[in-house]
């Protein structure tokens, strides 16, 4: 492993200005996505969709600085034959690669889930490394309320084998000089308020950095990709931004330590714009140690799907709703955004 380039892509990823696109739905979540747009999901719409967002030249040059894929997307071309890796490399980001295999039940821990994929990992990371791919992704999910037989959740099991397999990823990720993203995401599906999501938050991520000491993973070669502290969707309180940021930073402090390169939010749900001014309000309070920015899926790609409607004359509308998002979330990476900003496009 040589650490000096994994901390070079990891600071790279998390350029102020800059923030990850996470493209990386799995065939059965983009079609979900499909569904609501009525579009049929085929290799070739997913390949299509794809490439209009890859091929959207101000977003990816000037606001992207990673591009999370599917294993599907990596090893596909574009309608011209060029590798979609290389149209990412070639618009100056990074390519990347979700390589955890979704989640499964966990055994004696009725309602909450394991994320799979360990097996065979170091082999396919060398083939992902020779496609093109810098840095990984393996997420990891918590859900808050009560398992399928009542009891509270999530349990202590559930936050330790799931720290225990991200750290065993990220370990393996580092020994193939893959830099990766340790995504924990504590979801915000639930009616809990916000100190419910803050207190199962600081759990799960105190774990999670235990084990990756335990592991012997180095922090200045990783992104953290965690929630934000924040109200379920469900909860009656819901929090307004400034709290949101508030103590999702006070969580942060007291739980990232300062060796790690940059943190990448995930969007989790929040609406494109709440997930915007969070970003923003949280790096206007500046002053911390890690870079703070945004690697968000639906917050980037809900906006430009609606726009796409998977009609090839669409392609130049979704292409410029995808770039008004990643330049109003590339904004906020740097505390320059402002809610007027989004007036004056729409
Ligand atoms: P969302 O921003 O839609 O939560 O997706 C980010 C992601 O990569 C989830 O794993």
Redesign the pocket.
């Known amino acids: 492993m040589n650490l000096a380039d994994l901390n070079k892509v990891a600071l790279a990823m998390v350029t102020p200005g800059k923030g990850i696109l996470?493209a990386?739905e799995s065939s059965g979540t983009i079609k979900k996505r499909f569904d609501a747009i009525s579009v049929e999901s085929t290799e070739e719409t997913r390949r299509d969709y794809r490439e209009m967002l890859f091929r959207s030249q101000e977003a990816m040059s000037k606001y992207v600085s990673g591009v999370?894929l599917y294993d599907e997307t990596i090893w596909q071309n574009a309608k011209d034959g060029t590798p979609l890796v290389k149209l990412i490399e070639q618009s100056g980001a990074i390519p990347g690669i979700k390589v955890d295999e979704g989640t499964q039940g966990l055994p004696g821990c009725p309602g909450e889930l394991i994320t799979a994929g360990l097996d065979k990992l170091a082999e396919r990371l060398k083939k992902y490394y020779e496609r093109g791919a810098r840095f990984a992704?393996w997420?990891a999910v918590i859900d808050i309320g009560h398992g399928t037989d009542g009891r509270n959740i999530p349990s202590m099991t559930a936050i330790h084998v799931n720290a225990h397999a991200l750290a065993r990823y990220a370990a393996l990720c580092q020994q193939a000089q893959i830099v990766p993203i340790v995504?924990p995401?504590v979801l915000m599906d639930g009616d809990h308020d916000i100190d419910r999501c803050f207190e199962v938050t600081q759990r799960v991520l105190n774990k999670t950095f235990q084990e990756l000491r335990i592991q012997r993973v180095a922090l200045e070669g990783m992104i953290l990709?965690p929630n934000m502290a924040i109200a379920g969707k469900k909860s009656p309180k819901p929090s307004p931004v400034e709290e949101v940021a508030e103590k999702t930073i006070l969580l942060l402090k007291s739980c990232v330590p300062a060796a790690v390169p940059g943190i990448a939010f995930?969007?989790?749900?929040q609406s494109d714009e709440d997930?915007t001014a969070h970003l923003n309000a949280m790096n206007r309070i500046g002053g911390l140690p890690w870079r703070l920015t945004f690697?968000?899926?639906?917050?980037?790609q809900a906006a430009p799907q609606k726009a796409w409607s998977g009609k090839a004359e669409n392609v130049a509308a979704g292409q410029r709703a995808f770039t008004h998002r990643a330049r109003m979330n590339a904004l906020a990476s740097k505390g320059e955004w402002e809610a007027g900003l989004e007036k004056k496009v729409a």
């Not at 995930?266 to 749900?269: I, V, W």
């Not at 690697?295 to 980037?300: C, E, N, P, Q």
């Open positions: 996470a990386d999370i992704k997420r995504e995401e990709k995930l969007s989790g749900g997930a690697s968000y899926g639906r917050a980037l």
